[in-house]
């Protein structure tokens, strides 16, 4: 099982990195409307979120700055940021770094269970699946995004 999740986060990561990757700088900030939020923040969100699933950030995990909660998590938005906003670049580096240590769980701590189950969720391998169901709804979003700014560009 361990197995085919890895390579379900390697492939779902390697299709947001090369989105990331294709981004021009006029369409990351820009917040289409009937949106919450812009691309900037949903790799952010991307990663953040990744974080707190697989590596229990940020009581466990000190490999992402901790504002990034306060820029990113559920509930956030750009209009609210304060302080110092990561690049494009940044996140880019950050998930590549993260898909690494992804990688490098044991396969056995996906057969843990939780001490509390999270949305019904039981085991840490149920969670990780999560995780990248999580990350591919938020790249669709980033390519539907990307699709409306660029149609409203051109015109």
């Given at each position: 099982?361990?197995?085919?999740?890895?390579?379900?986060?390697?492939?779902?990561?390697s299709?947001?990195?090369?989105?990331?990757?294709?981004?021009?700088?006029?369409?990351?900030?820009?917040?289409?409307?009937?949106?919450?939020?812009?691309?900037?923040?949903?790799?952010?969100?991307?990663?953040t979120?990744?974080?707190?699933?697989?590596?229990?950030?940020?009581?466990?995990?000190?490999?992402?700055?901790?504002?990034?909660?306060?820029?990113?998590?559920?509930?956030?938005?750009?209009?609210?940021?304060?302080?110092?906003v990561?690049?494009?670049?940044?996140?880019s580096a950050?998930?590549?770094?993260?898909?690494?240590?992804?990688?490098?769980?044991?396969?056995?701590?996906?057969?843990?269970?939780?001490?509390?189950?999270?949305?019904?969720?039981?085991?840490?391998?149920?969670?990780?699946?999560?995780?990248?169901?999580?990350?591919?709804?938020?790249?669709?979003?980033?390519?539907?995004?990307?699709?409306?700014?660029?149609?409203?560009?051109?015109?």
């Open positions: 099982m361990s197995e085919l999740l890895i390579k379900s986060f390697e492939l779902t990561r299709f947001v990195l090369k989105t990331v990757d294709a981004l021009s700088e006029n369409t990351v900030d820009v917040q289409p409307e009937g949106f919450n939020n812009t691309i900037h923040w949903h790799i952010g969100h991307i990663l979120c990744a974080e707190q699933f697989m590596f229990g950030f940020p009581k466990k995990s000190a490999h992402l700055p901790e504002n990034y909660m306060q820029l990113f998590a559920t509930g956030t938005k750009p209009a609210n940021w304060q302080g110092d990561p690049s494009i670049q940044e996140l950050r998930l590549k770094d993260q898909i690494i240590r992804i990688k490098e769980i044991p396969a056995e701590s996906f057969n843990e269970r939780l001490k509390t189950p999270f949305l019904g969720l039981e085991t840490f391998g149920e969670v990780a699946n999560f995780a990248v169901f999580h990350e591919s709804n938020h790249l669709g979003q980033i390519l539907a995004m990307k699709r409306m700014i660029e149609t409203a560009q051109t015109k």
